[in-house]
């Protein structure tokens, strides 16, 4: 005789902390959230082994495919101690679809993983509606996902994110295009906040204060602490993509994440030219004043964890710099001048003025 066949004493699957119909009832739960996110080219159900997308039916010749993942940091732990599931999947979508559209690339379809210690359909739910929100705003079809329940490995109601999604640009239509130079201008698109990076430091910072997630925000008086740093990422798929047909004065996109300034503009460009960056041009959100004052952050420092209110960065051809600009406000935007191309020095990219905080 087995285990399995004795009776009492044979152990299952939801003793071990893993229940099937809990994510079998949530697959069911979410049906209507990923058919909302239907396109042209993904209008299969989920459930299936793997997801489908037909690039001819999308309307592509001679597609170039183009690849990004990401997660969401530690700002997922603000989710979870604030029992606010609903925004979170708006930031997985945005980082993955706005390393996209830097490439010139239009996003297609996006697939989630979802680990947790205990599945939650509800806050399962919720996640996927934030993604699919996401996906809505990015244009692109969420045609699948994995979700895992891991007992052991994950503590009580914690959870991770990651996200997966794949773009496609004609050939010959990629960016950055060859021949960005000195003269050149740089545009800046305005973020919604701190979006989804620095949360390790935001998260110590907050902790420096003694406020509660519940506490008004002192940088925003209608919202909660909690509330207003789950803010969630901005994404700019729409008004790109809409930009790069209204005009060829674009030569590069760059998305300000991780790093700031420093580490993602010399990510676009040549060896030989650098950027010059006007901190007087922008206005920090007050969220980054709040931070910098309460964690005593130098400005330096600032400038390499956050976005500091600019969330993409867009350079344009001498002289077409008005015409970019025309068309990223025509598509919604309100774009600054945030410096110029220069010829490369010491660092690739330099600052003038002061960051306003």
């Known amino acids: 005789m087995t285990a399995d066949d004795k009776g009492p004493t044979g152990l299952t699957y939801a003793q071990a902390g893993v229940d099937i119909d809990a994510g079998n009832a949530m697959v069911e739960t979410i049906k209507p959230l990923v058919r ?7 209008d299969a159900e989920i459930g299936g082994f793997g997801g489908l997308f037909d690039l001819k039916a999308a309307g592509f010749k001679d597609p170039i ?11 997922v732990k ?8 609903d925004t979170i999947g708006i930031d997985l979508v945005a980082m993955c679809v706005n390393d996209l559209v830097v490439q010139g690339a ?16 509800g806050v399962g739910a919720d996640i996927v509606r934030g993604i699919a929100e996401g996906c809505r705003q990015a244009g692109c079809a969420l045609i699948g996902g994995e979700t895992a329940e891991m007992p052991g490995l994950y503590d009580g109601s914690d959870y991770d994110l990651a996200g997966f999604s794949v773009g496609a640009a004609e050939r010959g239509a990629l960016l950055p295009k060859p021949g960005i130079a000195a003269g050149d201008v740089v ?9 989804s990076n620095g949360f390790s430091l935001v998260r110590r910072i907050v902790a420096r204060t003694g406020l509660a997630w519940d506490a008004p ?24 993509l809409a930009a790069l047909r209204a005009t060829d004065g674009i030569k590069a996109l760059a998305h300000i994440t991780g790093g700031g300034f420093p580490d993602n ?39 390499r964890t956050f976005n500091c209110g600019i969330g993409m960065a867009v350079v344009a051809a001498a002289g077409s710099e008005d015409a970019v600009a025309r068309a990223l406000t025509e598509a919604g935007e309100a774009p600054v ?8 020095g010491a660092e690739p990219v330099t600052f003038t003025g002061t960051l306003s905080l």
């Open 78 to 85: 603000i989710a979870i101690e604030t029992g606010r599931h």
């Open 337 to 344: 001048r945030l410096g110029r191309i220069t010829a490369r």
């Open 106 to 121: 239009e996003p297609l379809f996006f697939l989630d993983y979802y680990a947790t210690g205990k599945l939650v359909p």
């Open 65 to 75: 495919l183009v690849a990004a993942n990401d997660g969401v940091g530690t700002k």
């Open 36 to 42: 909302s996110t239907r396109r042209p080219g993904a």
């Open 265 to 303: 503009l010399p990510r676009v460009l040549p060896d030989d030219v650098g950027i010059e960056v006007d901190l007087d041009a922008l206005t920090p959100p007050p969220v980054f004043g709040w931070l910098a004052r309460e964690g005593g952050v130098a400005q330096a420092e600032m400038l």
């Open 217 to 240: 925000a002192p940088f925003d008086g209608a919202r909660s602490l909690g509330e207003a740093l789950l803010e969630p990422t901005r994404i700019y798929v729409k008004p790109l």
């Open 187 to 195: 545009l800046g698109l305005p973020s919604s906040g701190v979006h």
